[in-house]
């Protein structure tokens, strides 16, 4: 392998995918996603030098059904590889993703998995060569996406406030302490200038632009499926800026006035500018005495409880896990 791992990450919605079958169509770079390694995996199991550690935390990933479709690791090379070195955490992750880039004939492999913002700290104490890129969206347009994609909810509001805020409060911190290998890549510069904004992106993570990455032919299914966007059907392999701005059409202004009160801060840091609203009587009376106090108590509690889970540790979903048998380590691991 040559040069170190890339990750992507950032919240859903805010064109995670996008960057992902980008770099995937690079002749050099091998991109999954959703492994949730960090997640759900890293220094979960105690110190991997003790053989009852690595049997339980090794099992639990065969079985996890992401990683058994998207890397289809051969369990006996991984184990007797590992078993040859350092026994971290991070060289076992690394050994599942180098065994999928080689299949592929690229020489380095990288990961796009919601969340990994919040372990950059452990990614980079196990990677100090890793890039990070972090992608970035206008709330308003996110949460657009959210409505479109869930439908209309307006519950919802509060916590998707307090995930946009978690994820870029996390970014600009990372991207302060970590300069040289952390980088926030806005969804609308991708959109609009995808050529520019991917050379900047080959030059930060050291490798050479190639047209090739605008086709998008190293992740077929989202490339086939037409593009970016959540609103109608895009042209196979075609980057669209249609989502840019969409909120004008999908949000209300109480729901505007919502989130431009909450993330305002970011937005401006970010680059997003707050637009003027104005709201009637009865929306300012149902903004101030339902949706703001309501999306407020959610926003907060949702950051809370995630921050919460991240120092405990998650949980494995077992609805994203594998019987012994499907992952053909039946009788090996307990």
């Known amino acids: 392998m040559t040069g170190g791992p890339i990750f992507i990450a950032g919240p859903d919605r805010s064109g995670t995918t996008l960057l992902f079958a980008l770099l995937a169509s690079h002749p050099n770079i091998s991109m999954v996603r959703r492994t949730n390694m960090w997640r759900y995996f890293h220094k979960r199991y105690g110190g991997l030098d003790e053989p009852k550690n ?49 299949r592929l004939g690229k020489t380095r492999w990288g990961d ?5 913002e919040h372990y950059v700290d452990e990614v980079l104490a ?83 632009y190639v047209p090739e990455m605008l086709t998008m032919s190293g992740a077929m299914d989202h490339r086939d499926g037409g593009g970016n966007s959540s609103f109608g059907k895009i042209e196979p392999g075609k980057i669209s800026s249609k989502p840019i701005g969409r909120y004008h ?40 005495g339902q949706v703001l106090p309501s999306s407020l108590m959610r926003a907060a509690g949702w950051m809370l409880l995630n921050e919460i889970k991240i120092k405990r540790g998650e949980p494995l979903p077992h609805a994203r896990m594998l019987p012994e048998s499907a992952s053909g380590i039946e009788g090996q691991y307990v």
């Open 126 to 208: 196990e990677f100090p060569d890793a890039k990070i890129l972090h992608m970035a969206r206008d709330p308003r347009d996110r949460y657009a996406s959210v409505r479109k994609r869930h439908g209309r909810d307006t519950p919802r509001l509060g916590g998707a406030n307090g995930r946009w805020l978690f994820s870029m409060n996390r970014a600009i911190r990372n991207q302060k302490k970590y300069p040289d290998q952390y980088k926030i890549v806005r969804f609308e510069d991708l959109a609009l200038e995808p050529e520019s904004t991917l050379k900047d992106v080959c030059a930060f993570i050291g490798e050479e």
């Open 54 to 102: 690595f049997e339980r935390c090794f099992g639990d990933m065969l079985r996890y059904n992401r990683i058994q479709n998207f890397l289809r690791p051969d369990a006996e090379r991984i184990k007797r590889e590992f078993s040859l070195g350092s026994p971290t955490y991070g060289r076992l992750f690394a050994l599942f993703h180098q065994h999928h880039a080689e």
């Open 249 to 288: 059409s999908v949000l209300s202004q109480v729901e505007i006035a919502c989130i431009q009160m909450f993330t305002g801060k970011f937005m401006q840091k970010l680059g997003y500018e707050r637009m003027p609203v104005r709201l009637s009587p009865a929306e300012a009376f149902k903004f101030y």
């Open 112 to 116: 796009k998995s919601l969340h990994t």
